[in-house]
């Protein structure tokens, strides 16, 4: 069999379309929810680095061709459950140090902790350091695709990238524009350091697996030039994505409104330059109000929720059911380092709890049932970290689920990582729990052991818990 051939066996979930809201007994009844495939014995074929084949195994080996590269390449067989990669669409990769730093709030917390720490990436030898144990740290947690700052040096982003393409991971990164109100060290010099920008989206951008992403840090950090500048470079090249801050902190949201006295709210100042488009993300949004819900609804563009870091920071209780009424394109990120974990699992817990929490406060508050009360379940949660943040950032013809064609970033989960788990999900025992509560224990109970193994590009980069390179063979 050609080399770069991998089969992999074994219990397989993905996602063809986003689960329906009351999919919470699918599969335990035997109901079928269309947009769920599930497989207890699927069969998985990967060459160069995509998808050729999945299906049930016994069913594809029928196939005479199959069989016969069975024969020659046997599958290995995993004992967890597959899934598509996680994809984490807003990390900050120089934060990765300071993560869980004694919060406070927004503001404090850039101006103790962040600004200082992005200084030091001024040295390209420390951002090639950092990038790559931040990309090892990723894969560990099973994320296999991310949306990237970097510090506003563009060394950093070339470190990123770099780290990225040696991995053959799909990253999404850009250097982040500031150009006033920071320590004088991390800023640009505003309009013409779009220039680097340039010079970057040159170097990396379309190439192999990644992308450039504007990426101006949030409104006060900019001058109106700077973000005018990125509007006018977003319009000349209008496949870039973008990303940015948006209402995370009620004093920012504040501080907006006196530097901008013009606009007529926070998001009309990315608005009015042309940065909300259908390939950006904007990190947060917790005070919205529905006309503004409506606009970033209107435009495309996403909203990345990022709930251990909105709990860490105290920042608000995002209102999902809200967004998602309002037709928001949603994802689930971690936001490292104001988000306390790269565990993707621990973000799907967090959103879980936000989504409790904003029902009980909205109901105290109104004192009538809202429409809030909608916690995560399961199935939205696994297709939000999937193929719901894939279509978020307008990437769904590529990763976010394991259909033939796609780009094979797999991960297996193991619902027996602990004693805990093990007992809770019974997996592989005749008692096993329906899946909707194997997912579950996952999300509530599961972190980086629960990871067994990651595939990037269809090469194994964890196994047995341990990241490869953790191991030099
Ligand atoms: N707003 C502006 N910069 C940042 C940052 O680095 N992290 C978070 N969480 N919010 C921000
Ligand atoms: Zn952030």
């Avoid at 406060?361 to 009360?373: F, K, M, Q, T, Y």
């Avoid at 329906?434 to 990037?456: N, Q, S, T, Y």
Wanted: some cysteine; aromatic content about 6%; overall charge negative.
């Amino acid at each position: 069999a050609p080399e770069s051939v991998s089969l992999l066996r074994g219990a397989l979930l993905h996602f063809l379309d986003e689960p329906l809201d009351d999919s919470q007994g699918t599969l335990a009844s035997g109901e079928r929810d269309p947009a769920i495939e599930y497989y207890a014995d699927a069969l998985l074929v990967m060459h160069a680095g995509k998808v050729v084949a999945l299906g049930d195994c016994s069913a594809l080996v029928a196939h005479s061709d199959m069989h016969e590269l069975v024969r020659l390449s046997p599958p290995h067989s995993v004992t967890g459950l597959m899934m598509p990669g996680f994809i984490d669409t807003h990390v900050h990769f120089p934060q990765l140090d300071i993560i869980a730093s004694y919060g406070h709030c927004l503001i404090d917390w850039l101006n103790t902790y962040t600004f200082p720490a992005e200084q030091r990436f001024a040295d390209p030898a420390h951002a090639a350091e950092v990038a790559e144990i931040f990309l090892d740290e990723l894969l560990r947690h099973g994320s296999t695709s991310a949306q990237v700052f970097a510090t506003s040096h563009a060394s950093s982003a070339d470190a990123l990238f770099r780290a990225a393409r040696t991995r053959d991971m799909r990253v999404h990164a850009g250097r982040v524009m500031m150009d006033r109100n920071a320590p004088p060290a991390l800023l640009d010099s505003g309009v013409t350091a779009l220039k680097d920008d340039e010079r970057l989206i040159a170097d990396w951008h379309g190439r192999d697996r990644l992308g450039y992403v504007l990426t101006p840090r949030f409104a006060p950090t900019s001058t109106p030039e700077q973000l005018e500048a990125a509007g006018q470079l977003l319009k000349s090249q209008p496949d870039l994505h973008l990303q940015t801050h948006l209402a995370e902190n009620l004093d920012e949201v504040k501080w907006v409104a006196e530097l901008f006295p013009e606009a007529r709210d926070y998001l009309a100042v990315y608005e009015d330059v042309g940065l909300s488009h259908e390939r950006t993300t904007f990190a947060h949004g917790i005070h919205l109000d529905d006309g503004m819900r409506q606009r970033i609804a209107d435009r495309g563009a996403s909203i990345a929720f990022c709930p251990t870091s909105n709990l860490f920071l105290g920042s608000g209780l995002f209102d999902r059911a809200s967004a998602r009424h309002q037709g928001i394109n949603i994802s689930i990120a971690t936001d490292v380092g104001g988000g306390s974990s790269l565990c993707q699992l621990e973000s799907l817990k967090a959103a879980y709890q936000v989504g409790q929490l904003h029902g009980a406060v909205a109901h105290d508050v109104a004192g009538l049932a809202s429409r809030a009360n909608q916690p995560l379940t399961p199935w939205q949660g696994f297709y939000q970290l999937t193929l719901g943040n894939a279509r978020a950032m307008r990437l769904e013809d590529k990763v976010g689920n394991l259909r033939p064609g796609m780009e094979a970033d797999v991960i297996v989960l193991d619902p027996t990582a602990t004693h805990l788990l093990a007992r809770r999900t019974r997996w592989g025992q005749p008692q096993q729990v329906p899946l909707g509560e194997v997912l579950f224990a996952l999300m509530m109970l599961g972190d980086d052991r629960a990871i067994r193994e990651v595939h990037v590009a269809g090469r194994c980069r964890k196994r047995h818990g341990m990241l490869l390179s953790d191991h030099p063979a």
